[in-house]
């Protein structure tokens, strides 16, 4: 009779263990992968100029229980360059980008240990990471999101592709045209040539001179005959005179 409970407390002792296991196990049995529906925006404005600075953001819906993730960001890079540790995450973890030889962003996030699991609200999705960009060059941008991997607050994961896409135009600099060279004032002189009003004047001055030179050359034979129709009326009235004398 002293050994009945020994018997009978085993197996309850055995029972119990049992259902405690079970009941560790069971959240990872039933625990399905994490889910999540991904868009790609970029703030402010959809559309940029050579030289801009550009912020894109990665966003999720229909998130719960996310404790880390990597997200693969794919850009032309011929039109767009990441800027040097510009990737930012959620608070109460931590975040990591790296750009790999193809010219892929990879963001890595993940929870510290004390964190919980992140989840997004119905009203508003979660931001999952924010990237710079800085646009080298003009056209029309694709932005996506090739690769996602998934890992739940359990040991869960989950991976995806072409979660998302986004296009963002990407506008030339203006060329500045050169300005027009200024005309001449009219009033103005211009070296070399005199100035207005005194080639004229020079040419009156020369005309007036060549006039008087003119007029001077032109009055010697009016004086010559002057004198010479004075000498002959002068001579002409000594024969009169000369006449009458020997007639009287």
């Known amino acids: 009779m002293p050994a009945r409970p020994s018997i009978t407390l085993a197996p309850a ?9 079970a009941l560790a196990a069971a959240p990872a049995a039933v625990a399905a992968p994490p889910t999540a529906t991904f868009a790609i925006g970029v703030a402010a404005t959809a559309t940029a100029t050579e030289g801009d600075r550009i912020d894109v953001v990665l966003t999720a819906t229909d998130v719960v229980d996310l404790y880390a993730y990597d997200l693969d960001v794919s850009v032309p890079g011929a039109l767009l360059d990441y800027v040097d540790d510009s990737a930012t995450g959620p608070d109460g973890g931590f975040t990591a980008a790296r750009e790999t030889a193809s010219g892929t962003i990879t963001v890595t996030h993940s929870r510290l240990g004390t964190s919980p699991g992140l989840a997004s609200d119905p009203g508003a999705p979660l931001t ?13 941008a694709e932005i996506a999101l090739p690769s996602v991997r998934l890992v739940g607050g359990t040991g869960e994961t989950a ?15 203006p060329v500045a045209e050169p300005e027009p060279e200024p005309e001449p004032s009219a009033s103005a002189p211009v070296v070399g040539t005199p100035a207005a009003g005194s080639g004229s004047s020079a040419s009156g001055g ?9 007029t001077g050359g032109d009055a010697t034979p009016i004086v010559l005959s002057a004198a010479l129709g004075a000498a002959l009326l002068a001579a002409g009235t000594v024969i009169v005179l000369r006449r009458r004398a020997v007639n009287a």
């Open 13 to 21: 002792l055995a029972g119990v263990v049992a259902l405690t296991a």
């Open 159 to 173: 991976t995806a592709t072409d979660a998302a896409t986004t296009d963002i135009t990407i506008a030339a600099l």
């Open 128 to 140: 999952l990471a924010t990237l710079s960009f800085t646009a080298e060059g003009a056209g029309a």
């Open 206 to 214: 020369g005309a007036a001179s060549g006039s008087l030179s003119a």
